[in-house]
Nanobody
Framework: QLQLVESGGGLVQPGGSLRLSCSAS????????IGWFRQAPGKEREGVSC????????WYADSVKGRFTISRDTAKNTVYLQMSSLKPEDTDVYYC?????????????????????WGQGARVTVSS
């Protein structure tokens, strides 16, 4: 079965850190662009970060640049999103997704593309 499994969400105080993991089973992540998205109920989905091996690209939304870091562990077939200096406005459900090839960006929308696989979502709550 081809799937992405996320872990690492939780409750953290403002200024704290969390690391989300996105592990693949049934396929190799090396050939896929991996995007992280977040979405709250009633709000539009927002692309947060993306990485692709084929062109060596790493992208971050302006809202998280300098605070979030995306990385891969090829041996574990896993991609991580390290989130630091968290703010209450980072509270959301975070999803990882895999698309064959490279990260696709749209000048107006940010992270675009047609993602083939999605994780189940990890809830992140930033609150004191």
């Amino acid at each position: 079965q081809l799937q992405l499994v996320e872990s690492g969400g939780g409750l953290v105080q403002p200024g704290g850190s969390l690391r989300l993991s996105c592990s693949a089973s049934g396929f190799i992540l090396d050939y896929y662009a991996i995007g992280w998205f977040r979405q709250a109920p009633g709000k539009e989905r927002e692309g947060v970060s993306c990485t692709s091996n084929i062109d060596g690209m790493t992208w971050y939304a302006d809202s998280v640049k300098g605070r979030f870091t995306i990385s891969r562990d090829t041996a574990k077939n896993t991609v991580y999103l390290q989130m630091s200096s968290l703010k209450p406005e980072d509270t959301d459900v975070y999803y990882c997704a895999a698309e064959w090839g490279v990260c696709v960006l749209d000048p107006g929308r940010g992270l675009a593309g047609e993602y083939d696989y999605w994780g189940q979502g990890a809830r992140v709550t930033v609150s004191s």
